[in-house]
C-alpha cells in the first residue's frame, strides 16, 4: 500500500523534529542530569520527557492529525488504541542506558504505523548528528550533517566472517546456539535501534535480538530496515514484527535480508 501522506514536505517535517528533539537531549546530555526510576523499573531522564514534548508538538502540528502512542507519554489503553488503524509510535530516547552511561548510542525513533505495519520511521543519534528514514514506496537513506544522503540497502551477500551486531548484553546459551551455525562471524557490539538501522545500510548482516524489547524500540528501524530491503521477524517463525499488539513486548525477532534468514537455524 503506497501512504500519500508522507511526500517530500513532510517527511522533511518530522526529521525536522526528530533533529530538534536531538538538541534537545544533547542540552541535557552534556550536564550532571539526574536519573529517575519509573514504575516500569526502567530508568528516565528529564531529556526523555522534553524530547517526548517537543515531538508531542511537533507531531500534531503536522497537516493530518493522527494518534500518538509514546514511552514517555500517557497511558493509552488497548481499549482505546485497538481502534487505532493508523497512528505515530514515539520512543523520544531510545537507549536511555547509554545516556545514563555517557556511551554516546542512543537515538530519538518516530515510526508511523499502518494496520499494525510500520510504513515509516525516522531514527535519529543526536552526537554523531546521523538520520535514517524511510518507508513504503519511499526508499531507505542516511545522512550524516550536512552532507548528501544516500540511499542504503540491506546486505544481500554472506561472506564470512558474518557481521552480526549485537546488544551490550551477557550472552546466552540461546545466543550461543545461533550463533553456533556460523564457522566465522564477528560480533559488534551497539546500542538503541542503531543496531537495526547497521542491518538497514549493510554495515552488518544480521541481529538477533533475543531478549525483551517494546514496540516503540524497534518500529521506526523496522520501517527503515523493509525499506532497504530485509525484515525484523519473529525468532523462530519467521513471520514480521506485527504493532499496537494488546502487550505492547516484541518476541524476540532477528533483523536482516529475508532470503538469509529464511536459511537459518533457529
Not at 66 to 78: A, F, H, Q
Not at 101 to 119: C, G, L, M, Q, S
Not at 139 to 154: L, N, R, W
Not at 195 to 218: F, N, Q
Request: with cysteine; net charge neutral; glycine share 6%.
Amino acid at each position: 500500500m503506497s501512504f500519500k501522506f508522507f511526500n517530500e514536505q513532510v517527511i522533511s517535517q518530522i526529521k525536522d523534529i526528530s533533529k530538534l528533539a536531538g538538541i534537545e537531549i544533547m542540552k541535557i546530555y552534556k550536564t550532571d542530569f539526574s536519573v529517575k526510576i519509573k514504575s516500569d523499573h526502567s530508568p528516565v531522564t528529564q531529556a526523555d520527557t522534553n524530547a517526548n514534548n517537543i515531538i508531542l508538538k511537533g507531531l500534531s502540528e503536522l497537516p493530518i492529525k493522527y494518534p500518538i502512542l509514546s514511552e514517555e507519554g500517557s497511558t493509552v489503553s488497548y481499549q482505546e488504541r485497538a481502534s487505532w488503524k493508523s497512528f505515530w509510535l514515539v520512543d523520544p530516547l531510545d537507549g536511555t542506558k547509554e545516556f545514563i552511561n555517557k556511551n554516546d548510542e542512543f537515538t530519538v525513533n518516530i515510526a508511523f504505523i499502518n494496520n499494525n505495519i510500520p510504513v515509516f520511521g525516522v531514527v535519529y543519534a543526536p552526537v554523531y548528528d546521523l538520520i535514517f528514514w524511510g518507508g513504503e514506496d519511499i526508499g531507505a537513506f542516511k545522512a550524516k550533517g550536512d552532507e548528501p544522503f544516500t540511499t542504503i540497502s540491506v546486505k544481500s551477500d554472506f561472506i564470512d566472517p558474518i557481521q552480526i551486531a549485537s546488544s551490550r548484553s551477557h550472552p546466552s546459551k540461546e545466543m550461543d546456539l545461533f550463533l553456533n551455525q556460523f564457522k566465522k562471524y564477528n560480533l559488534i557490539s551497539m546500542g538503541s535501534s542503531l543496531k537495526i538501522c547497521s542491518v538497514a545500510d549493510g554495515s552488518v548482516h544480521l541481529y538477533p535480538r533475543l531478549g525483551p524489547t517494546m514496540e516503540w524500540d524497534t518500529a521506526a528501524s523496522h520501517a527503515i530496515v523493509k525499506a532497504s530491503g530485509g525484515d525484523l521477524v519473529e525468532y523462530g517463525t519467521k513471520k514480521s514484527l506485527l504493532y499496537n499488539k494488546q502487550n505492547l513486548l516484541n518476541p524476540k525477532f532477528i533483523a536482516g535480508c529475508m532470503d538469509k534468514i529464511n536459511n537459518l537455524n533457529m
